[in-house]
């Protein structure tokens, strides 16, 4: 969990949730599952190998054979135990469908409910097919499994059949050695079989420790990487920053933009234009292919991106809460803060707030922005980030936010960067910015007025 928090955003986006699911419940049980067996797996070698110094003692010579005869015994359950752990890398891949299966019909239960059709092409095509091979798969692990097992019981009874064999026949022992010698082995099919039976679990664990070093997440750290954020600046700019998804995907840039500080800035654009990816640049959370940041005169390295991000709080579309309020540098947040934005966002009969803990978040989406946008204001950081988080609201909350919570944010000090739709209120924006096709343009002068007028119409005419 903790290499995941330290993870880039864009690296667990290009993820996915499904596989980061699947490796925190099946991956981590697999190994934890195989450090339980294990003992067995060193118990059975340690007595193994005293047995077999016993077995030395009683007679060299069946040992020779004996020894043989176990080695193609081993030999022959290895390779069975190898076509289970083919079986069990297709299995944890499979795995990996199954959880996108479950992730599918979880999120997308009320338009599944509606449309019975989609619901059975995704039940009948998506979903039984994944099953069906899981099943398939793990009855033919778990096949290989018991006949490596079996294999080896067969395998170790017969040996005893081969020492009396050795002793009465070919005159090697007398019959007191063979029955000590027979006893013996039969006192080590018991942890030989135990050892066989691990196998699988550790072979299961050595797939799952092999899929979650291909998650590529942040090496382990014991310790959260904070940095205090920058006092008194007056301007940050991105400076010819591109970004691109992917080797052919989707470019942004190249990004020239300069912020000032208390500025009240709107950015417009079509969808797709790339306006959630300036958001993404511009907090820190994508890193560029090319291209710098700048905070007043003092380029901000990777290494350092800890103290750009300081900067910002953000109310993403996706829109997460959390229940405990926060300040400053993750201390309490300020209740006289807290009372005054419960009234300015109208909450203050919504919420149950008990000793800095939000204690109901059962909300409307519209609802849930404002508590996202409390719990930004709590952080006191000096840049507040908004997207589309007027989309939601009733018109009148709409436009108590464009003309009455905006300035008041301005007036507080902060900057406040919002995407938006909404043109009939631009004319509350100090500056007008636009993306499109990943590029950016400020508007000014008869462009913004047109922008102001309509926005959509704007955007297509062009």
């Keep these: 969990m903790k290499r995941i928090l330290d993870t880039s955003v864009e690296r667990l986006e290009q993820l996915g949730h499904a596989s980061l699911l699947a490796g925190l419940t099946s991956d981590v049980r697999a190994i934890t599952v195989a450090f339980v067996r294990l003992p067995e797996l060193v118990q059975g070698v340690i007595l193994t190998i005293g047995c077999m110094g016993y077995l030395a003692w009683l007679s060299p010579k069946m040992l020779a054979i004996t020894t043989v005869w176990i080695a193609v015994t081993l030999v022959g359950g290895w390779l069975l135990v190898s076509y289970v752990y083919r079986h069990m890398a297709t299995l944890r891949d499979t795995e990996d469908c199954l959880y996108k299966d479950y992730q599918l019909i979880l999120d997308g239960s009320k338009e599944l409910a509606l449309n019975r059709e989609r619901a059975e ?9 994944d099953a069906r091979r899981y099943r398939r798969h793990i009855i033919r692990a778990d096949t290989y499994h018991l006949s490596a097992v079996n294999w080896s019981n067969i395998m170790m009874l017969g040996a005893i059949g081969l020492v009396f064999w050795m002793a009465n026949g070919l005159g090697w022992a007398d019959t007191g050695v063979a029955a000590t010698y027979s006893l013996t082995l039969l006192f080590l099919r018991t942890p030989l079989l135990a050892a066989v039976g691990a196998l699988p679990t550790l072979l299961s664990a050595e ?25 008194g600046w007056q301007t940050l700019a991105l400076r010819d920053v591109v970004f691109h998804y992917g ?129 930004a204001m709590a952080e006191q950081r000096d840049i ?79």
Excluded at 400 to 423: C, N, R
Excluded at 443 to 460: F, G, M, P, Q, Y
Aim: hydrophobic residues 40%.
């Design 121 to 129: 092409d995704i039940y009948r095509n998506d979903f039984l097919p």
């Design 247 to 375: 080797a052919h995907g989707f470019s942004v840039g190249p990004i020239n933009l300069t912020i000032r500080r208390r500025e009240l800035l709107f950015l417009i654009g079509g969808n797709g234009s790339g306006k959630s990816t300036l958001a993404m640049l511009l907090t820190g959370l994508y890193q560029p292919v090319s291209g710098s940041f700048w905070l007043d005169d003092m380029q901000i390295e990777a290494h350092d991106s800890a103290r750009w991000r300081a900067l910002f709080s953000a109310v993403f579309t996706d829109v997460t809460l959390f229940h405990r309020l926060l300040g400053p540098r993750g201390e309490p947040a300020d209740p006289q803060l807290i009372e005054e934005w419960l009234k300015r966002l109208r909450m203050g009969e919504k919420l149950q707030i008990e000793e800095g803990k939000i204690e109901n978040l059962k909300l409307s989406k519209g609802q849930k922005k404002r508590v996202a946008l409390l719990l």
């Design 384 to 462: 507040i980030l908004l997207d589309e988080w007027a989309a939601d609201q009733d018109p009148h909350f709409r436009r108590e936010f464009y003309q009455i919570l905006l300035p008041h944010m301005k007036a507080l000090g902060k900057t406040v960067f919002a995407i938006s739709h909404d043109d009939r209120y631009f004319s509350h924006a100090d500056r007008l910015l636009e993306m499109r096709q990943g590029h950016l343009k400020e508007l000014t002068d008869a462009e913004r007025t047109c922008a102001s007028r309509d926005a959509i119409n704007h955007t297509v005419n062009e």
């Design 207 to 231: 797939v799952a420790y092999t899929k979650l070093n291909k998650l590529q997440l942040a090496e382990y750290q014991p310790n959260f990487a904070s940095a205090p954020p920058p006092a």
